[in-house]
């Protein structure tokens, strides 16, 4: 079965980084395109970067462009988002997403808290 799970989150101050990371199972990583999203309390949860499956292609949030960085290795089944400049608008529970047959499948989610 199809396994998504997220670690790397936490507390940080504004203006820092974190790197999260996704390790996947139960499916043929390689062969799919990779997503984070993102839910912040009380809102809905948003599409925040994603990434094709050899990693040439990526796509951005506006609101995280040039802050964030989404990269994978297939080596691994490993996603990662590297989330510098951090500002406490970022805050929200970070969740890994893969669409296979038409069928959305999330893992946990990690929690990023930016506060001073």
């Known amino acids: 079965q199809v396994q998504l799970v997220e670690s790397g989150g936490g507390l940080v101050q504004p203006g820092g980084s974190l790197r999260l990371s996704c390790v996947a199972s139960?499916?043929?990583?390689?062969?799919?395109?990779m997503s984070w999203y993102r839910q912040a309390p009380g809102k809905e949860r948003e599409l925040v970067a994603s990434?094709?499956?050899?990693?040439?292609?990526?796509n951005y949030a506006d609101s995280v462009k040039g802050r964030f960085t989404i990269s994978r290795d297939n080596a691994k089944n490993t996603l990662y988002l590297q989330m510098n400049s951090l500002k406490p608008d970022d805050t929200a529970v970070y969740y890994c997403?893969?669409?296979?047959?038409?069928?959305?499948?999330w893992g946990q989610g990690t929690q990023v808290s930016v506060s001073s």
């Open positions: 139960g499916f043929i990583f390689s062969s799919y395109r």
């Open positions: 990434i094709t499956t050899s990693g040439g292609t990526t």
């Open positions: 997403n893969v669409v296979r047959f038409m069928a959305d499948y």
